[in-house]
């Protein structure tokens, strides 16, 4: 499978989502498409999103008519794009606002995306962490970071420039670049996958390795380096996997396996609390008697281990879930 298809597979990806860039300058066409009945607006709360449903969530969508209280939309709505038929808008409610859960809540309410997106479809969810990864980094910039004056909102909402007359900067959206790296070898012709935790997770939550990309530093270095000061494992060969937005709050989480070259685990840097390896039984049997539990589904750490246990000859990682984990997973970890 080729990486963009792969990709492609991953949560919050969106396969259908035109971001009609070359709209973005046309101020009067956006102006025009936020007032269109038709056009949908995603409202976004303390980066929280509007959700109705219990076993299957639904993200509940604005019009312009539902926000006429809010006389800086035009202003302030970011252009998402196009999906079939229809423009989408992503618009952020004033924080300070304790009343807006009732306002617009209409027996829906603002959820934590990473909690509850294993309920919405895959489409729904990349919609909604798009809206919440841009509207946040418009929270982050309402100011020149050059000479310290207030920005404003341009190009469709994927600039700020900044007011002041003697600089003007334009300010572009910015994404966070995160490595995640599943390490695997090989010993007495089994294989092994290693996994760690953070003191932070649930009980038994083990995930891959994961950590942000330095300056000056390539995405194969941060992973060794990674690898090395969490768990003081020497990595010998790197390949790429896939990518996934992660707007928790901005990031692009990058997935690589790793072939290790050494197998001693010494915990360095504080940063886990705990870091093994595991065979395909030794996961297999922590499943089933609840020591061990794997990432929610909509992260690249449970494709990652997916893909990789996938490949054994003990079935597939998704059927030996517990009751009820299943595609509905909620964790709590990164």
């Known amino acids: 499978m080729d990486h963009f298809s792969r990709s492609s597979l991953n949560f919050f990806v969106s396969r259908s989502v035109d971001r009609m860039t070359t709209r973005r300058p046309d101020a009067e066409w956006i102006r025009e498409r936020i007032r269109d009945r038709r056009t949908r607006i995603v409202p976004v709360w303390r980066s929280r999103n509007l959700l109705t449903g219990e076993d299957a969530l639904k993200p509940v969508l604005l019009s312009a008519a539902d926000l006429e209280d809010y006389p800086g939309l ?9 999906r079939e038929d229809t423009v989408y808008f ?5 924080a300070e606002f304790e009343d807006v859960p009732l306002r617009y809540g209409r027996g829906a309410d603002f959820r934590e995306l990473r909690e509850v997106g294993p309920l919405l479809g895959s489409e729904d969810g990349a919609l909604l962490a798009y809206a919440r990864g841009i509207t946040h980094w418009h929270r982050r910039n309402r100011f020149c970071g050059d000479c310290g004056s207030p920005t404003q909102s341009d190009d469709g ?11 003007q900067r334009k300010h572009f959206p910015r994404t966070d670049p995160a490595i995640i790296v599943l390490v695997t070898r090989t010993e007495d012709d089994e294989q092994l996958c290693l996994l760690g935790r953070q003191p932070t997770w649930p009980e038994g939550m083990h995930s891959a390795i994961a950590g942000f990309v330095e300056p000056g530093e390539s995405l194969e270095q941060a992973v060794v380096r990674e690898v090395r000061e969490e768990t003081d494992i020497t990595v010998g060969r790197v390949h790429y996997h896939s990518s996934q937005p992660w707007p928790f709050p901005s990031s692009i989480m990058l997935g690589f396996t790793a072939e290790a070259a050494s197998s001693a685990i010494t915990l360095s840097d504080g940063e886990l609390q705990h870091a093994g390896w595991y065979t395909r039984g030794e996961i297999m049997q922590s499943l089933a008697n609840g020591s061990l539990r794997v990432p929610r589904r909509v992260s690249i750490a449970y494709r990652l281990l997916e893909d990789w246990f996938d490949t054994g000859s003990q079935g597939r990682l998704a059927d030996h879930l517990p009751p009820g984990i299943g595609p509905h997973i909620k964790y709590r970890d990164r």
């Open 157 to 167: 909402g994927h600039t700020r420039v900044c007011t002041n007359e003697l600089c």
């Open 74 to 82: 035009e202003r302030s709505a970011v252009l998402l794009g196009q």
């Open 90 to 94: 992503a618009f952020e409610l004033p």
